[in-house]
C-alpha cells in the first residue's frame, strides 16, 4: 500500500511524533510512505532515512497556488492508495486539492479540542464532504469541535494516538540526589499556558512548601522572552530552569519525579502518555484529553486555576515513595492497554484497508 501523510509542519509537537512514528511502523510492515508538510523547518523526522519528506512550502496565502501545484504533481507521481492529513491547515488543504486532484481515500485528524476560531470551524463544516474519514485524537476533543458545529456526531470519530512504548520506558538514570525534580514538556505558546504553572509555584513559594523542588521546562517558542519576564517578576528564577529544545526526552523523563501539565487546551497530550509510560506521577490540567489518558492515576486540577495547580503540586510532593511507586506500574499498565503504537498502528491500517 501506498500511504502518504501530509501535516502542517515537522516542529516539535506531539502531533509531528505521532505521524513520524505511524510513517515509521507503516514502513516497517512493508508499506511505501512519504511525508509532505506545508511549511516550517524539520525538527521531528522519522528514524526511516528512506521516507522522503516532501515541503510544500506553503509559507503564505500568496504561496498556495504553487504549494498545490506542487501536491497535484506528487499525487500524480506517487499515486498513494490513501492519504492521511494531519492538523487542521493539512486538513483543508488536503480537502481543498481533491477538487483538483483525485485520492482513492482522503483521512482527516485533529489533534486538538480547539483548532481555532469560528473560520476554522466553518471551513471544517464546509469541507466536510471532501473526506472519507475524520477523527480526533480524544473523546473530549471529538465533542468540543461537534458543539462548536465543525463535525456532527456521524462523521467525526474518536482514535487514539499511541506512543513507542520500546522507546518510553522507566530506566535508572543519574540526577541530583538533594532536590524534587518536576518536568514540563511542550512549546512556549498560549495553549501550554505556562503563566499558570509559575504563578502556581510562586503559590508554593510563598507557603515555603517548594525547598528542595526545581521545576524544569523543556521547550522554546515565541513567548520565550515573556515566560522569562514573568519568571523574574514572580520572584522564583531559584526555582524554574528552562531548558531549550530537547531531543531526550525519554531520558528527562527518568531523571523526573513528577510530571506536571498546565495547557488550557489539548487534544490528547502525547508527553502525558509519555510521561506515563515512564512511571511518572501526573500532575495535569483538565484541558482536553487528560482525564482519559489519566484514568484514576495521577492528579487532575481544573485549566487556569493556579491555586488548585498548587495544591496539586502540594499533594503530589506529600505522597509516599510507596504510593508513588504504585500509581506509576498502574500508569504503565494504563498506557500499554490503551496507547501502545501497536494498537494505533492496527486501528489505522483497519481504516486504510476498509472499502
Given at each position: ?56 512550502d506553503l509559507n503564505n496565502l500568496y504561496g498556495l497556488y504553487s504549494a498545490s501545484k506542487k ?183 527518568n531523571q523526573a519525579d513528577y510530571f506536571v501539565l498546565s495547557s488550557r487546551h489539548e487534544g ?88
Amino acid at each position: 500500500m501506498k500511504i502518504l501523510y501530509v501535516i502542517t509542519g515537522l516542529g516539535v509537537g506531539g502531533a509531528e511524533k505521532v505521524v513520524s512514528d505511524l510513517a515509521d511502523q507503516m514502513s516497517t510492515l512493508g508499506h511505501q510512505v512519504k511525508i509532505a508538510y506545508l511549511t516550517g523547518e524539520i525538527l521531528v523526522r522519522p528514524k526511516n532515512i528512506n521516507i522522503d519528506l516532501i515541503s510544500l512550502d506553503l509559507n503564505n496565502l500568496y504561496g498556495l497556488y504553487s504549494a498545490s501545484k506542487k501536491y497535484k504533481k506528487l499525487i500524480q507521481d506517487f499515486q498513494p492508495d490513501v492519504v492521511h492529513a494531519h492538523m487542521v491547515h493539512a486538513n483543508i488543504f488536503a480537502r481543498i486539492s481533491r477538487i483538483r486532484c483525485t485520492v482513492p481515500k482522503l483521512i482527516c485528524t485533529a489533534h486538538n479540542s480547539n483548532e481555532g476560531g469560528k473560520l476554522r470551524m466553518m471551513a471544517y463544516r464546509l469541507t466536510n464532504f471532501l473526506s472519507d474519514f475524520n477523527s480526533n485524537v480524544s473523546q473530549e476533543a471529538t465533542e468540543s469541535l461537534i458543539s462548536k458545529g465543525a463535525f456532527n456526531k456521524n462523521n467525526l470519530t474518536t482514535v487514539y494516538n499511541g506512543i513507542d512504548l520500546s522507546k518510553f520506558k522507566s530506566f535508572k538514570t543519574a540526577k541530583k540526589i538533594d532536590e524534587i525534580m518536576v518536568l514540563s514538556v511542550g512549546r512556549f505558546n498560549e495553549q501550554k499556558d505556562y503563566p499558570n504553572l509559575f504563578k502556581a509555584i510562586k503559590i508554593l513559594k510563598d507557603n515555603s512548601l517548594i525547598e528542595k523542588v526545581k521545576f524544569y521546562i523543556a521547550g522554546d517558542g515565541e513567548l520565550r522572552s515573556y515566560l522569562e519576564k514573568t519568571i523574574e517578576d514572580y520572584g522564583i528564577k531559584n526555582n524554574v530552569v528552562l531548558l531549550g529544545k530537547r531531543s531526550d526526552i525519554p531520558e528527562l523523563l527518568n531523571q523526573a519525579d513528577y510530571f506536571v501539565l498546565s495547557s488550557r487546551h489539548e487534544g490528547l497530550p502525547t508527553v502525558v502518555i509519555e510521561a506515563m509510560a515512564c512511571e511518572k506521577f501526573v500532575v495535569a490540567t483538565d484541558c482536553g484529553g487528560s482525564a482519559e489518558i489519566l484514568g484514576e492515576t495521577g492528579i487532575l486540577v481544573p485549566i487556569e486555576d493556579s491555586e488548585a495547580l498548587a495544591k496539586g503540586l502540594e499533594q503530589a510532593i506529600s505522597l509516599t515513595g510507596d504510593q508513588i511507586r504504585n500509581n506509576g506500574k498502574l500508569a504503565r499498565e494504563r498506557v500499554e492497554k490503551l496507547f501502545s503504537l501497536e494498537a494505533s498502528v492496527n486501528k489505522w491500517l483497519a481504516l486504510y484497508e476498509a472499502e
